[in-house]
């Protein structure tokens, strides 16, 4: 019985344990005992493109319609001259074709819970604000490239009649500042107007301002010799300057592919108009599927807008650029 309780025969051991006291494993903050730490409000956006880069330079019109009709001077004959006395003046004539830009929906939605809107007081405006941003990040794509193909709005880049040039095959001296300069050239003679802006991908921005273009004189007996260098310095690097080039705008953007510039007439309303039938409203319900019994919200945003592009000559590409 004494080895049974004891462990040895004949000899007793106790083992005195306060459980206050005895340490089996570190207490620290990483492991054990984490602080506590409040999370601050502040939300980190995703990194975005401006979204209104290129509808800025547009000229916004509203409509009460659900189509934009317009005329459009077809025929124009002049026969202005000058008249012998008693003679007949010529005759001249102007003729006018009706035109209809489409009035086209852009909309996006989010579901939410209510207990997130209850719960959380920015919520609604976060989401708000995101909605907004996504309807005109998409509208500023397909300024520019939109297919046309309903319900989708047509954009410059589709549009017919739009000048075009192809940069691989430029034959002039000054390499891209020379294509830009004539496709600025091609605006002026075909629809005698003056450009305002270009569009281009931020890369091919870079690679226009740090071009250096020679051409070289000589033989090879002689040796060669440069000559006609140039570098576009953008401003000559000082702080807060507008990218610029031969007097226009520079809008670098990413709503535009690398490789393909635009440039055109945008402001003003002479080439161009984004049409409003309604701007951006924000709406919310619960009647969407079973949300009424899962106390969930859809949050939706939507717009009505049309383009109508009146003198595609106004604009011109560049590809391959």
């Not at 019985?1 to 903050?29: F, R």
């Not at 934009?68 to 004539?93: D, M, Q, R």
């Not at 273009?213 to 953008?234: C, E, H, I, M, R």
């Amino acid at each position: 019985q004494a080895y049974v309780k004891n462990g040895q025969k004949n000899v007793n051991s106790e083992l005195k344990w306060n459980p206050l006291t005895e340490y089996k494993t570190l207490m620290d903050e990483a492991n054990q005992y984490p602080p506590k730490v409040v999370r601050s409000d502040l939300i980190i956006p995703t990194a975005l493109r401006n979204p209104n880069s290129v509808i800025d330079l547009f000229s916004t019109i509203p409509t009460d319609q659900f189509q934009y009709k317009y005329l459009e001077e077809t025929t124009f004959t002049n026969n202005a001259a000058e008249v012998a006395e008693a003679a007949a003046f010529g005759e001249s004539a102007l003729a006018m074709t009706e035109k209809t830009e489409e009035i086209r929906k852009v909309g996006v939605s989010i579901p939410v819970t209510e207990e997130l809107l209850a719960d959380v007081s920015s919520v609604q405006g976060y989401l708000d604000s995101r909605l907004r941003t996504m309807l005109n990040l998409r509208l500023d794509d397909v300024l520019i490239g939109g297919s046309g193909v309903a319900p989708i709005l047509k954009g410059l880049l589709n549009v017919s009649g739009i000048n075009t040039f192809n940069f691989s095959s430029y034959a002039g001296n000054l390499g891209r500042i020379g294509q830009l300069h004539q496709a600025i050239t091609e605006i002026r003679k075909d629809a005698f107007m003056e450009p305002d802006a270009i569009i281009m991908h931020p890369s091919d921005w870079n690679d226009t301002v740090t071009e250096v273009t020679a051409d070289f004189a000589g033989t090879s007996g002689q040796g060669y010799a440069a000559k006609n260098p140039l570098f576009v310095t953008a401003g000559n690097y000082q702080s807060g300057v507008t990218p610029n080039i031969w007097g226009l705008k520079v809008v670098p953007t990413t709503a535009i592919s690398a490789g393909t510039v635009l440039m055109g007439t945008f402001g003003g309303g002479l080439a161009a108009h984004i049409v409003t039938r309604a701007g951006i409203s924000v709406a919310m319900s619960d009647s969407h599927s079973d949300f009424f019994t899962k106390d969930k919200v859809m949050m939706k945003a939507s717009m009505r807008v049309g383009f109508p592009v009146y003198r595609p000559a106004a604009f011109c590409s560049i590809t391959n650029y």
